[in-house]
């Protein structure tokens, strides 16, 4: 029987322990595939880490909700979203603070010239 269907099965019959169970089969036989995704784009050991959780965190709580019916294919999309997520808050932190520095600039140039 495929990952797919014991999951849904035990999803089914509502059996936690179970669902448990295959999970850590689902995260021992992928995780190291979702780490090798992962760090192709991100580069600090500790936030590919931290990715890598977050990606089998949401697989986690959201397979109940949803019908999944290739559980790598789902952890390889949601492990690329995460990716990108990611990088987009980095450039928009980098972006924010970079213009932050620039006004501190004309600010202090300004009240030097002011005086």
Excluded: G, P, R
Aim: net charge negative.
């Amino acid at each position: 029987m495929t990952l797919e269907k014991k999951l849904e099965k035990a999803i089914h019959c509502k059996n936690v322990s179970e669902v448990d169970q295959i999970f850590e089969e689902i995260y021992n036989k992928y995780h190291n595939l979702i780490c090798y995704i992962i760090s192709h784009n991100i580069k600090n050991n500790n936030d590919v880490e931290e990715l890598v959780n977050d990606t089998f965190m949401n697989f986690y709580y959201n397979c109940s909700k949803i019908k999944i019916k290739n559980i790598k294919y789902y952890l390889v999309t949601s492990a690329k979203n995460i990716c990108i997520d990611f990088l987009k808050k980095k450039q928009i932190i980098y972006e924010y603070d970079e213009d932050y520095i620039n006004n501190y600039k004309e600010d202090k140039e300004k009240t030097m010239y002011d005086e």
